[in-house]
């Protein structure tokens, strides 16, 4: 008899502190690894959050599945880029009944809210086949997207839960901090404030101007650290990429990318544009080629064989690789891989 | 034509060669044995092998998967063997063509569970026949060409269970072992193949010379050798076509095939018939009728066009929504730095400098402007400076204005500009005093 009421105690106290925990937490469901790492990032242990596509899936491309309209109709919050990247999301949120996370409702976060957006079509006509008529909105590429992406979402949880937003808003500062410290370096960041810099790198002056300019008696750019100091040496390289994908990396860390591979996904480039390309690798000595690592592997590593180039095979979101389990990771995965690309690409 | 073009295009036709001269021959026996769709199940089958290999982990590339593709088309080849029954109810197409399903639909499966890969599945169909290297089409010729001699070595028990698999049940052969070996060394081609041409263009390679020479001709020397030059034809027309047009090579030669097989059955039309005229009329009203039935479907396009545009004026389109998008987005006009250079260095007034310095927000340009001021009016220039070692935000900009303080003073006064503001009150407030003895009796 005692035994019985001792596991039933324990049984009971169990379930209580689980459904405590339960009702605390807040179901995110995001579309991508990454915005899902920022979710969690910013909501800490307040949230629950989940992902839909994978970290090595291609956003265009998803098949629905039911689990995906259950694990809307329990969100609280949902995140999506908010462009036409993925397509598929206003049907799931229709699936879903879930009328909180309706795109214009509190529950709803469009990641890409605010960021400048580049490549954006001057003509909005669909001739020229599937073009983002709203601008590229592979947006995660950029680390300075981001901080607007993490600002996106914490209003977002702010909404859903306003007893927290203080919370909130300090892990969004402190996330800030860390990818402009990571961004330019600590040193840097103090100097000249993240805002400042930012600005000036996403406009492309960053470089001059920290060359041009002086801050007791040493030069700004012998205060530079970070990913934009690692990458220095590539820039005003020239590269190639398989989608266009990079457009927003390219921009800040001042690549220059001559070509893609396969322009429309899905469908294999004219012998004219192969031709073009290999006349550009060659000319522009552009041998390094960056593919997201959902494109068929064997094929970029076959087409880099065959223009005598370094095939980069990196994952575009969180999770893409095992070691990669945060945003942080992902950038210095991408800088490191190009980094031994480049430098194999001058030797070979 | 340039180098480059050959360059490109030239391996491309060389595998195009490779394949016409095996497939033209299997197609034969795939007509005979109304077999059609066992390529398309066989690749399916070897797709999906290498699939399950991608569940363990093992790139599709590796050798490893290509045992597994290989063991999987051997699998098929005994199901197809064994579906083979001799007084049938239930046509082989049918069996073929489920099991294709089947594979795919299993594909799709084991490719939800793996780690990324439906554009596995997907280059399946398209191929990447541009890409396609020496090294690739050496093996192929070399597998191709085991597989043919094995063919030729028993020629004759293949072709009497293609042609007449009745005779061969009577003379007492093991039809269904000789089947299985035919599957398996077909397999083996497919498998190859699919994986650098893709299923559309090794399906049509299989079929279209085969369909065309058995019109033509009953010898199969003679089909063989017209199936090889029709190939070779079709290959180089559409491969130029595909470069001069600009066009993905892979279904580009696909659709030369499908023109050049219904050319082909037209001219035997006309050929054969007795009254050429009565067939060269037919063809001419067979093709105005495909004529007005194409512009049915381009009026009925226009049609349904205009009558969404007049159902939903407003948002008839994406595209009005994404210029919406695009309008709201716009930034709010502001001063510009090329603006502001061209004012500084025309002849500003100080006072409109003073003004200007209170609506401007960009801290750079703030600075610029009490630069400008200092130039132009030490006293109310410094006075600014200084409110900007106070107030500014940006270190930098506050050791910039330091610099140009210390010009007119021989202290700093102990300002540290890596501190913010109200750690440097006494510096601040030491300045401040400064200004008031230099200027203030001005």
């Known amino acids: ?348 | 034509m340039n180098v480059n073009m050959i360059e490109i295009m030239l391996p491309a036709f060389a595998e195009c060669l490779v394949l016409v001269g095996i497939h033209s021959y299997l197609g034969i026996h795939v007509i005979k044995r109304k077999v059609i769709f066992v390529d398309l199940a066989l690749a399916q089958i070897a797709a999906l092998g290498s699939t399950f290999a991608f569940l363990f982990g093992i790139d599709p590339s590796s050798t490893g998967a290509y045992w597994f593709s290989l063991g999987f088309t051997i699998l098929g080849a005994a199901i197809f063997s064994l579906s083979r029954i001799r007084h049938e109810k239930i046509p082989q197409e049918a069996v073929i063509g489920l099991v294709y399903a089947l594979a795919a639909a299993v594909a799709i499966l084991v490719v939800d569970r793996a780690p990324h890969g439906a554009e596995h599945i997907k280059e399946i169909m398209t191929g990447s026949i541009l890409w396609v290297q020496w090294k690739t089409i050496a093996t192929a010729a070399a597998v191709y060409a085991v597989v043919g001699a094995f063919h030729f070595a028993f020629r004759d028990k293949f072709l009497l269970i293609s042609n007449n698999p009745e005779i061969a049940y009577r003379k007492g052969i093991n039809v269904r072992l000789w089947d299985f070996l035919f599957y398996v060394s077909f397999g083996f081609v497919i498998t190859h193949s699919v994986s650098t041409a893709g299923v559309l263009l090794v399906f049509v390679f299989l079929v279209v010379p085969a369909i065309a020479t058995i019109m033509i001709t009953d010898k199969l020397w003679l089909q063989l050798v017209l199936g090889w030059g029709m190939g070779t034809l079709v290959s180089m027309l559409g491969l130029y076509v595909s470069y001069a047009a600009d066009l993905p090579s892979g279904p580009t030669v696909v659709a030369t095939y499908g023109l050049v097989l219904m050319t082909t059955t037209l001219g035997l039309y006309v050929f054969r018939a007795k009254r050429k005229i009565i067939a060269l009329r037919n063809i001419s009203l067979g093709m105005a009728v495909f004529i007005v039935i194409l512009g049915i479907f381009w009026s009925g396009g226009t049609f349904f066009k205009r009558q969404q545009l007049n159902e939903h004026p407003l948002e008839a389109t994406v595209e009005s929504h994404a210029k919406e998008f695009h309008e709201e987005n716009a930034n709010a006009a502001e001063l510009t730095d090329d603006q502001l250079q061209q004012l500084l260095n025309g002849k500003p007034l100080a006072g409109q400098l003073i003004n200007l310095y209170q609506t401007v927000e960009n801290p750079f340009q703030r600075f610029e402007i009490a630069h400008r001021l200092f130039d132009l009016d030490q006293k109310s220039g410094s006075k600014y400076l200084i409110d900007y070692l106070e107030n500014c935000q940006i270190p930098f900009l506050r050791q910039k204005a330091l610099d140009i303080l210390a010009l007119v003073s021989d202290s700093d006064f102990g300002y540290d500009a890596l501190k913010p503001g109200p750690q440097n009150q006494q510096a601040i407030a030491n300045w401040q005093n400064w200004w008031k003895k230099k200027y203030e009796n001005q």
Do not use: C
């Open chain 1, 1 to 348: 008899m005692k035994k019985i009421n001792l596991g039933l105690i324990v049984l009971f106290g169990l379930a209580l502190v689980i459904s405590l925990f339960a009702a605390d937490q807040i179901n995110v469901v995001t579309t991508l690894t990454t915005y899902a790492d920022i979710a969690r990032q910013i909501g800490g242990d307040k949230v629950e959050v989940k992902a839909i596509v994978a970290g090595d899936q291609d956003a265009h491309f998803v098949k629905p599945k039911p689990s995906y309209a259950v694990l809307l109709s329990k969100a609280d919050l949902f995140v999506e880029t908010g462009l036409d990247l993925e397509l598929w999301a206003p049907t799931l949120i229709d699936k879903s009944g879930n009328p909180r996370i309706r795109s214009g409702q509190p529950g709803y976060v469009a990641a890409a809210d605010g960021v400048k957006l580049l490549e954006v079509p001057s003509s909005l006509d669909r001739s020229q086949g599937d073009v983002h008529i709203y601008g590229n909105p592979h947006i995660t590429t950029s680390p300075l997207n981001m901080k607007v992406v993490a600002q996106n979402i914490s209003i977002g949880l702010s909404n859903v839960s306003p007893e927290n937003a203080d919370y909130f808003q300090t892990r969004l500062e402190e996330f800030q901090d860390k990818i402009d410290e990571k961004m330019f370096g600590g040193q840097l960041v103090q100097i000249l404030g993240g805002e400042t810099l930012g600005q000036l790198a996403q406009s492309g002056k960053l470089i001059p101007f920290l060359n041009s300019q002086t801050f007791q008696g040493k030069k700004l750019s012998e205060y530079l650290g970070g990913w934009m100091a690692d990458m220095l040496p590539l820039r005003g390289k020239k590269l190639v990429t398989y989608h266009k994908n990079w457009i927003y990396f390219e921009n800040l860390f001042g690549l220059e990318i001559v070509g893609h591979v396969e322009p429309k996904p899905g469908i294999p480039p004219s012998p004219k544009h192969v031709e073009e390309l290999i006349q550009k690798i060659r000319r522009d000595d552009a041998r390094v080629i960056l593919a997201a690592n959902y494109f068929d592997e064997r094929k970029v590593r076959e087409i880099a064989q065959k223009v005598k180039g370094v095939a980069v095979i990196v994952p575009l979101a969180v999770g893409g690789v095992p070691e990669v389990q945060n945003y942080f990771q992902l950038v210095d995965y991408w800088i490191s891989h190009l980094i031994a690309a480049f430098s194999q690409a001058a030797s070979s």
